[in-house]
């Protein structure tokens, strides 16, 4: 499917604070009804215990502390907007196409629901700078947009 952008409310942190708590709760209500935990619960007992894992994009990171339980480590999370980033648990705000941190810093580097956030040019280059910052794998969770 061809990708059509289109700009969503959290991109730029377009709204009142009770409607970005909102957006990124609903994200994961998404991954725990339509996938995405699923799909974790899956690959984690192929991880060796206490992997390092950066969770890029990673919003309140509900999906970074389901992670970082199963696997008994804490998941770094890191987001462009400081007012996404949750509460609990380690966090960086940074530019996710210039990750502050050195080749293979991690063994798995992750996002989930982020990359459609991206396309062309840019989309490469948040995929190279995952890769760069990964030792050992990097796992993408999206949605492919269509008109459902």
């Known amino acids: 499917m061809r990708q059509q952008p289109q700009a969503e409310l959290l991109d730029e942190d377009a709204g009142t604070p009770a409607e970005i708590a ?42 970074a502390q389901f992670v970082g339980a199963a696997l008994g480590a804490p998941v770094i999370m890191l987001d462009r907007m400081p007012s996404h980033l949750g509460r609990r648990g380690p966090r960086v705000s940074a530019d996710a196409l210039r990750l502050p941190f050195a080749d293979g810093s991690f063994d798995l580097v992750t996002c989930n629901l982020f990359l459609h956030h991206f396309h062309g040019r840019q989309a490469q280059l948040l995929l190279d700078e995952m890769a760069r910052v990964a030792r050992r794998a990097v796992v993408i969770n999206d949605l492919e947009r269509g008109w459902v």
């Open 22 to 63: 909102r957006s990124l709760e609903e994200l994961w209500w998404i991954n725990r009804r339509l996938g995405g935990c699923s799909s974790w619960r899956k690959l984690l007992p192929r991880l060796p215990a206490a992997a390092s894992v950066l969770d890029v994009g990673s919003g309140y990171g509900d999906m």
